[in-house]
């Protein structure tokens, strides 16, 4: 139980973060936040693992950076995709 309450607040996050750096606002609900939030912390640690740095010695930014990042481009694929 504590495995999908950490992913739904990390993928709250890391969504939020994405659309936070996103100019506008943007109509998605906080449901798909969260789930894109999640698909990219998840893609984003595997990115960050495979570049070399996805374990530092303190806060692991670049990784932050790729996941946020990663989430921008979810929210901004999605809302191109439900506005068809």
């Given at each position: ?8 607040v990390?993928?709250?996050?890391i ?7 996103l ?5 998605i609900?906080l ?6 939030g ?14 070399g ?6 806060v692991d930014?670049i ?5 946020v990042?990663?989430?921008?481009a979810g929210?901004?694929a ?7």
């Amino acid at each position: 139980m504590g495995i999908i309450i950490g992913a739904v607040v990390t993928g709250l996050i890391i969504g939020s973060l994405g659309r936070l750096v996103l100019p506008g606002k943007q109509d998605i609900s906080l449901g798909m936040t969260i789930l894109v939030g999640i698909a990219a912390a998840v893609v984003g640690g595997f990115a960050a693992a495979a570049l070399g740095v996805g374990e530092t010695g303190g806060v692991d930014w670049i990784k932050l950076v790729i996941q946020v990042g990663l989430a921008a481009a979810g929210v901004t694929a999605y809302i191109s995709y439900s506005n068809r």
